[in-house]
């Protein structure tokens, strides 16, 4: 199927990596719909999109509206899953179930909710790409539910994609990437991570969001990819 029959739903495609992958799967032909769950958020993607995007807003924790979006978003060739609250690291001293329950709801139990309700609008020649991250093969001091997400994730794709096949099922998994998720750490802060990081990283910066979207494009267009983990972190697990 040519890429400029797609139809691309990208699930927290507003800002951030998923805007960027909806951003270069349109600006290859695609039809793109990103889904925020502020409508500004959604508006501000949309200018940001060529005419004809879509932009929604829902919440995707909650299970209605989960329901309601996939009712009106029509057929899918290729679902993205990027959707998760500002970053938050917490070490198991400080873990309270609510910051638990928000990290891996949203980042998991949603993830895999929205598969479910996405295959009934998918082809067999579709595919589903989510997010995980670096923290399932190295976290750091405070990680433990990040890396829980991301651990849940890798395995999930493969189950989903022994399962869903010959939909492909497959993950991203990005190392630091600077986006609106680090917002709520302070950009002082957010900026010495990033500097430090630059410094160590064998690729010598951090990523953009750009960087982590061609990911998601790849294993949209790469039909042999199924049950896949694709890293891409600048190194930073080859780093000793
Ligand atoms: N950035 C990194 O360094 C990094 C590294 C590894 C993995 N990741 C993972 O990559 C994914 C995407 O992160 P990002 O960097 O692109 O962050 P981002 O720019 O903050 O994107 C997350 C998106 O999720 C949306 N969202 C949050 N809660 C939602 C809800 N209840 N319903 C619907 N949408 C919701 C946000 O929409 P609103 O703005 O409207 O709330 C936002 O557009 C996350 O799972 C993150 O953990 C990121």
Same mark, same amino acid.
């Given at each position: 199927?040519?890429?400029? *029959? ?9 800002? %951030? ?9 349109? *600006?290859?032909?695609?039809? /793109?719909? /990103?889904? &925020? ?5 959604? @508006? ?8 004809? *995007?879509?932009?929604?807003?829902? @919440? ?23 959707? %998760? ?14 910051? +638990? ?21 998918? &082809?067999?020649?579709? &595919? ?11 976290? =750091?001091?405070?990680?433990?539910? /990040? ?7 890798? &395995? ?14 497959? +993950? ?18 957010? @900026? ?10 064998? +690729? ?10 061609? %990911? ?10 199924? =049950? ?6 600048? %190194? ?5």
């Amino acid at each position: 199927m040519n890429i400029d *029959s797609w139809h691309v739903l990208c699930l927290g495609g507003a800002t %951030g990596i998923g805007l960027a992958t909806a951003q270069l799967a349109s *600006s290859r032909g695609a039809h /793109v719909t /990103v889904v &925020s769950n502020r409508q500004d958020e959604a @508006d501000k993607a949309l200018e940001q999109l060529p005419q004809g *995007s879509c932009g929604y807003t829902a @919440d995707l924790l909650d299970p209605q509206g989960r329901v309601e979006l996939f009712d009106k978003a029509g057929t899918i060739d290729h679902l993205v899953y990027t959707a %998760g609250e500002n970053v938050s690291f917490t070490r198991i001293t400080d873990y309270t179930t609510q910051a +638990a329950s928000m990290m891996l709801g949203l980042r998991v139990i949603c993830a895999l909710d929205a598969v479910r309700l996405a295959i009934p609008h998918m &082809s067999n020649q579709g &595919s589903i790409t989510l997010t995980s991250g670096t923290a399932a093969f190295r976290p =750091g001091p405070g990680w433990s539910l /990040v890396g829980a997400f991301c651990g849940a994730i890798n &395995s999930a794709v493969k189950a989903l994609a022994v399962e869903l096949a010959p939909v492909r099922v497959n +993950a991203v998994a990005p190392g630091v990437v600077r986006s609106p998720l680090w917002d709520q750490v302070g950009s002082s802060q957010s @900026d010495e991570v990033f500097r430090q990081l630059s410094t160590a990283l064998p +690729a010598g910066r951090v990523a953009e969001t750009s960087d982590i979207a061609k %990911g998601y494009l790849y294993l949209m267009e790469q039909g042999y990819a199924t =049950g896949s983990v694709l890293l891409i972190d600048g %190194g930073t697990l080859a780093m000793g």
